[in-house]
């Protein structure tokens, strides 16, 4: 976006980083020991493939768009 | 940790540790990107207008996320509920064409004449009396309707997760006011940006479950059909007349209504949403930032009109299995609507969220909502720093100081715009009907004030008195009636001119009467009245101004090309739902 600045997708990066690394934690959790009560669906175990998406979008951004790379399209 | 998730009187959901601890990493990160861009807002041009280097994408995203706000998508998801597919003219013809007339046709003259806000452009074009009146209803309704929203946002997390509605105001006001008083509307743009990838992330997995649950759209139609009505799904082959759907509109208040008058008064003059626009980098970057925003503005029903329709099939009780009727909201909040447990209409997406989503995920729903509330809030505050400073301070209390005191009157006014903000949040919280009297004052200038715009940017014959005449006739007429349908409510078969009217229909109607009037006045005004020079003009209207010419690019580089694409699939969306 600006010159030298860090770029918004960085910070997009980082944020679906890490949530999606505590969506995926909490999905492998459940599959180890499961809750008592479950929520709709339980059996597709969304919290596994949706946090693993988010990490690896979240992974891409971040470092595609990570400061001091000199071709990062803001 | 184990899944709270659940449907339960008291509240809607329960949060688990890891929920509250993704919703804390978002509120630190907000705050960290406002610290960050602090240091590159120090100048007017870098606070209110992020310097103008937004690429197309990010002017875009923001365009549209500034309008995506968390109330937006829990009331529309709820219209859904309450009326079906209809719910989606909203997002569809009341946005699209709008936002391809604002791209194509109305970009280059607020672009070209660097103008810094809608006022600022009324101003260039009609004089100061027209920009007077903009500036000081729209800084006056912002900072109001920002008020409005914090209150009902505050509302819906007290319901939802049982938060305390003073907690919610004053954490959110806060950290508002941090982050845009420090990096302005750069901050803001930042944020709406990743508010709009929050939404699709902590959203998309609703109907996608939605749609599993169901056994796919076929079954979910047939659900439908079989637990409400067939006529729920949809677009337009209901609307021959007022009786045939359950909004009781017709087709006339839909196409011309809705998409000729209040979507093309919302999208191209509010400058609520144009601001983004204008932050462009140049102008096809202007140009391409709507087209971009009404692509992505067609996929957000299946986020927010999908959920609603699904809870019509699969929303059930999971104790008894039975199929759960959601009410009105004076229903749901009555005593017999508490004591039986019912809810409202505007519950169905938590109530979504609920049903598929467990810890983690549910945290990322829940701070999407978060983020929509205070990106919605954020949008409001630097809208009316910026007209309140250039608009009204400068044009009217202190014309001639330094860029640096006016960079500090902005971060000054955006304090001052959540204070006020708050302060309407607590009148709401004493009296209720001042919410709905809130929205009602906002539409009141948007018909009138698109058709003193468009006049002002196509035809060279309109003048200072006209164009001033016409918005304030406009304006009153549409008070006029508002108040004509409060004190007697059958004078609605007036307005709509069908006494099958519905309230719905109201809105529609009451804004194509106050554009006509607006146009009729200025038309007849700008004849009686001495026309200006072509000089005067250059720069504002269409056939004075020396617009760019687009040949020399490729042809996929080109906006209309992209506009083209956008409007094939936006006419065969509705094809394939009519």
């Given at each position: 976006?600006?010159?030298?600045?860090?770029?918004?997708?960085?910070?997009?990066?980082?944020?679906?980083?890490?949530?999606?690394?505590?969506?995926?934690?909490?999905?492998?959790?459940?599959?180890?020991?499961?809750?008592?009560?479950?929520?709709?669906?339980?059996?597709?175990?969304?919290?596994?493939?949706?946090?693993?998406?988010?990490?690896?979008?979240?992974?891409?951004?971040?470092?595609?768009?990570?400061?001091?790379?000199?071709?990062?399209?803001? | 940790?184990?899944?709270?998730?659940?449907?339960?009187?008291?509240?809607?959901?329960?949060?688990?540790?890891?929920?509250?601890?993704?919703?804390?990493?978002?509120?630190?990160?907000?705050?960290?990107?406002?610290?960050?861009?602090?240091?590159?807002?120090?100048?007017?041009?870098?606070?209110?207008?992020?310097?103008?280097?937004?690429?197309?994408?990010?002017?875009?995203?923001?365009?549209?996320?500034?309008?995506?706000?968390?109330l937006e998508l829990m009331g529309w998801a709820g219209a859904a509920y309450q009326y079906g597919i209809l719910a989606t003219h909203w997002y569809?013809?009341g946005?699209?064409?709008?936002?391809?007339?604002?791209?194509?046709?109305?970009?280059?003259?607020?672009?070209?004449?660097?103008?810094?806000?809608?006022?600022?452009?009324?101003?260039?074009?009609?004089?100061?009396?027209?920009?007077?009146?903009?500036?000081?209803?729209?800084?006056?309704?912002?900072?109001?309707?920002?008020?409005?929203?914090?209150?009902?946002?505050?509302?819906?997390?007290?319901?939802?997760?049982?938060?305390?509605?003073?907690?919610?105001?004053?954490?959110?006001?806060?950290?508002?006011?941090?982050?845009?008083?420090?990096?302005?509307?750069?901050?803001?743009?930042?944020?709406?940006?990743?508010?709009?990838?929050?939404?699709?992330?902590?959203?998309?997995?609703?109907?996608?479950?939605?749609?599993?649950?169901?056994?796919?759209?076929?079954?979910?139609?047939?659900?439908i059909a079989?637990n409400a009505s067939a006529e729920y799904t949809h677009l337009?082959?209901t609307l021959?007349?007022f009786?045939n759907n359950p909004m009781g509109i017709?087709?006339?208040?839909i196409?011309?209504?809705?998409?000729?008058?209040?979507?093309?008064?919302?999208?191209?003059?509010?400058?609520?949403?144009?601001?983004?626009?204008?932050?462009?980098?140049?102008?096809?970057?202007?140009?391409?930032?709507?087209?971009?925003?009404?692509?992505?503005?067609?996929?957000?029903p299946?986020?927010v009109i999908l959920p609603g329709l699904a809870a019509l099939a699969v929303l059930?009780?999971?104790?008894?299995?039975?199929l759960i009727k959601l009410v009105p909201e004076d229903v749901a909040t009555?005593?017999?609507g508490?004591?039986?447990?019912l809810h409202s209409y505007n519950d169905v997406l938590p109530l979504m969220?609920?049903?598929?989503?467990?810890?983690?995920?549910?945290?990322?729903?829940?701070?999407?909502?978060?983020?929509?509330?205070?990106?919605?809030?954020?949008?409001?505050?630097?809208?009316?720093?910026?007209?309140?400073?250039?608009?009204?301070?400068?044009?009217?209390?202190?014309?001639?100081?330094?860029?640096?005191?006016?960079?500090?009157?902005?971060?000054?006014?955006?304090?001052?715009?959540?204070?006020?903000?708050?302060?309407?949040?607590?009148?709401?919280?004493?009296?209720?009907?001042?919410?709905?009297?809130?929205?009602?004052?906002?539409?009141?200038?948007?018909?009138?004030?698109?058709?003193?715009?468009?006049?002002?940017?196509?035809?060279?014959?309109?003048?200072?008195?006209?164009?001033?005449?016409?918005?304030?006739?406009?304006?009153?007429?549409?008070?006029?009636?508002?108040?004509?349908?409060?004190?007697?409510?059958?004078?609605?078969?007036?307005?709509?001119?069908?006494?099958?009217?519905k309230p719905m229909a109201?809105n529609?109607?009451?804004?194509?009467?106050?554009?006509?009037?607006?146009?009729?006045?200025?038309?007849?005004?700008?004849?009686?009245?001495?026309?200006?020079?072509?000089?005067?003009?250059?720069?504002?209207?269409?056939?004075?101004?020396?617009?760019?010419?687009?040949?020399?690019?490729?042809?996929?580089?080109?906006?209309?090309?992209?506009?083209?694409?956008?409007?094939?699939?936006?006419?065969?969306?509705?094809?394939?739902?009519?």
């Amino acid at each position: 976006m600006h010159e030298g600045g860090i770029s918004i997708w960085f910070f997009i990066g980082i944020c679906l980083v890490v949530t999606g690394a505590l969506i995926f934690g909490t999905g492998i959790f459940e599959l180890v020991s499961p809750p008592l009560h479950r929520v709709e669906l339980y059996e597709l175990h969304a919290p596994i493939w949706w946090g693993a998406i988010l990490f690896v979008l979240g992974a891409f951004y971040s470092i595609h768009f990570r400061p001091g790379k000199s071709d990062a399209a803001h | 940790m184990i899944a709270l998730a659940q449907v339960a009187p008291s509240r809607l959901v329960y949060l688990a540790p890891v929920d509250i601890v993704i919703i804390t990493f978002y509120f630190a990160l907000v705050l960290a990107i406002g610290f960050y861009l602090k240091r590159r807002a120090n100048t007017g041009e870098d606070f209110f207008m992020a310097g103008r280097e937004m690429t197309a994408w990010i002017a875009g995203l923001a365009f549209l996320s500034a309008n995506l706000g968390a109330l937006e998508l829990m009331g529309w998801a709820g219209a859904a509920y309450q009326y079906g597919i209809l719910a989606t003219h909203w997002y569809w013809i009341g946005a699209i064409p709008a936002m391809l007339f604002l791209a194509l046709v109305m970009m280059p003259f607020y672009y070209i004449s660097k103008t810094h806000s809608v006022p600022g452009y009324l101003k260039l074009r009609f004089g100061e009396p027209a920009r007077a009146v903009s500036a000081i209803s729209f800084a006056f309704m912002t900072v109001l309707m920002s008020g409005v929203n914090m209150y009902a946002m505050a509302k819906v997390l007290q319901i939802v997760l049982g938060w305390n509605i003073h907690f919610s105001i004053w954490v959110a006001s806060i950290t508002v006011a941090i982050y845009v008083g420090l990096g302005g509307l750069r901050s803001a743009i930042f944020n709406e940006v990743l508010q709009f990838i929050l939404i699709w992330a902590g959203a998309l997995l609703i109907p996608i479950l939605g749609l599993v649950e169901a056994g796919g759209w076929s079954n979910l139609q047939a659900q439908i059909a079989h637990n409400a009505s067939a006529e729920y799904t949809h677009l337009w082959s209901t609307l021959g007349s007022f009786n045939n759907n359950p909004m009781g509109i017709n087709w006339v208040g839909i196409v011309f209504g809705l998409c000729c008058v209040i979507s093309m008064g919302y999208w191209t003059t509010d400058f609520l949403v144009v601001q983004r626009v204008l932050a462009a980098k140049d102008l096809r970057a202007a140009k391409m930032a709507p087209i971009i925003g009404a692509a992505f503005k067609m996929m957000v029903p299946f986020i927010v009109i999908l959920p609603g329709l699904a809870a019509l099939a699969v929303l059930k009780d999971p104790n008894t299995g039975a199929l759960i009727k959601l009410v009105p909201e004076d229903v749901a909040t009555s005593a017999t609507g508490v004591a039986q447990g019912l809810h409202s209409y505007n519950d169905v997406l938590p109530l979504m969220l609920a049903r598929y989503c467990g810890p983690g995920l549910l945290g990322l729903g829940i701070t999407a909502l978060i983020a929509g509330f205070m990106s919605g809030m954020a949008g409001n505050v630097t809208a009316f720093s910026t007209v309140w400073t250039y608009d009204i301070y400068r044009a009217l209390i202190n014309k001639d100081d330094s860029d640096h005191h006016y960079l500090n009157m902005g971060r000054w006014s955006t304090v001052l715009g959540v204070i006020v903000s708050i302060g309407t949040a607590y009148l709401v919280m004493r009296s209720a009907s001042i919410m709905d009297y809130v929205q009602a004052l906002f539409s009141f200038f948007i018909a009138p004030l698109f058709g003193t715009v468009i006049l002002g940017m196509l035809w060279k014959r309109a003048t200072n008195a006209g164009g001033f005449l016409g918005l304030l006739a406009g304006t009153l007429s549409s008070i006029g009636m508002w108040i004509w349908v409060v004190s007697d409510p059958s004078a609605l078969r007036y307005i709509a001119l069908s006494s099958a009217a519905k309230p719905m229909a109201e809105n529609m109607f009451r804004a194509l009467w106050s554009w006509i009037i607006c146009v009729i006045v200025t038309v007849v005004v700008s004849y009686a009245t001495r026309p200006k020079t072509e000089s005067e003009l250059t720069g504002l209207v269409y056939g004075a101004t020396a617009i760019p010419h687009e040949a020399d690019m490729p042809l996929y580089q080109r906006p209309i090309f992209w506009a083209g694409v956008v409007t094939v699939v936006f006419v065969i969306l509705n094809l394939l739902f009519w």
